[in-house]
Structures are given as C-alpha cells and as structure tokens.
C-alpha cells in the first residue's frame, strides 16, 4: 500500500482504502455534497464499495495516474472529505482535479488548502505543466475556491453534466505551472 502523505497547516491527504468506505459512503450520501456531483447518491455501501474500489486499486498502483485522496483534520483525524488527482496522457503533462468537502467543513478554507497543497505537489513532484478542473456554473463555492488559488477560467462547457436537477453547464478553470499560484 501506498504511503503517500501531503501535509498542510490544518489537514492531512492520505490515500484512500478500504477501511474509508463507510464514511465516503455518509459523505456520498448527503444531498447537499451531492447537488453538483455526477455521481448520485449510493443506494447502499455496497454501492459505494463498488464505485471507490477502482480509486483503490489505482492507488496502489506501481505508478499512479488516478489519485485518490482523504482529507483529514490533523487536529482529531476527522474525515473531512475526498480529493482526486487524475493525470492525463504523458504526452500533455497534465492533470485534472476534483474535491467533495463535507458540509460541515464549508466556508472554513479547507478546499482552498487542499486544493493549494494538491496543486503544490502536482508541479513540484509530478512536474506537470498545466492542472485543470471544472465545475457546475451554479456551483459558485467551488468556482471562487478555484479562481482564489490562481485558477483561470478558461470557458463554459454546455449542458456537460448530468446532475440532479438536469443536464448543467461547467465552467472550465486551469493554473499552469508557469503560473502565479496564490
């Protein structure tokens, strides 16, 4: 199993395992985490088990492509949310980012110091050129959590996303490694 650890001020990446499923699966399971998400709320933790298991096998792959992050609170190693890293062809030298925080933990900084940290390891370890993201156009929380790390909105994606409460727009956002990160 992969050891891997990014540290920050407050909190704690770590890879995911088993031993994760039931408390993604309550993160999973809240309606408001889920009003942006694709995925949709597992009907059971079977369900769960079975969409994180992939995530699990990538971490503990001989050379990750598709990272699968918990976020813990250093101070009580409270599970706070997921943080996903997924790079893509060698050839471009980039990643994708994704992050669902619980609810509890919003408006506290801790998406912005994931996705810092995330960022951070993505140029300074992976040496990538370019991470980018994207999120619903309603989803205004996650948009100024990305543009407040120096993520540029680059465009719109039209009806892309199949949430909830119908097909949604995504804003497009990328930070080169060039970049100023804030």
């Given amino acids: 199993m992969n050891k891997l650890k990014i540290q920050t001020d407050r909190l704690e990446l770590r890879l995911i395992g088993v031993a994760d499923v039931e408390v993604i699966h309550r993160l999973h399971s ?6 942006f998400n694709t995925l949709g709320i597992p009907e059971n933790l079977e369900e769960t088990h079975k969409v ?21 609170h250093k101070t009580n190693d409270e599970f706070i ?7 893509g062809p060698k050839k471009y030298n980039r990643a994708e980012v994704w992050y669902k925080l619980h609810l509890d933990y919003w408006n506290k900084g801790y998406a912005t ?5 995330v960022l951070n390891y993505g140029f300074d370890v992976l040496k990538l050129h370019r991470i980018g993201a ?33 097909w949604s727009d995504s804003f497009e956002y990328a930070i080169l490694e060039t970049d100023v990160r804030n």
């Fill in 52 to 72: 994180i298991t992939p995530w699990i096998e990538d971490n503990n792959a001989a050379e990750i492509r598709n990272y699968t992050f918990a976020i813990q």
């Fill in 113 to 117: 110091e994931s996705l810092k940290a």
């Fill in 81 to 87: 949310g997921l943080f996903g890293l997924r790079l």
């Fill in 134 to 166: 994207g999120c619903a156009v309603d989803n205004i929380g996650s948009a100024k959590v990305m543009e407040k790390v120096g993520m540029m909105k680059e465009g719109r994606k039209r009806k892309i996303l199949p949430l909830q409460s119908g």
């Fill in 30 to 35: 809240i309606p408001e985490t889920d009003e």
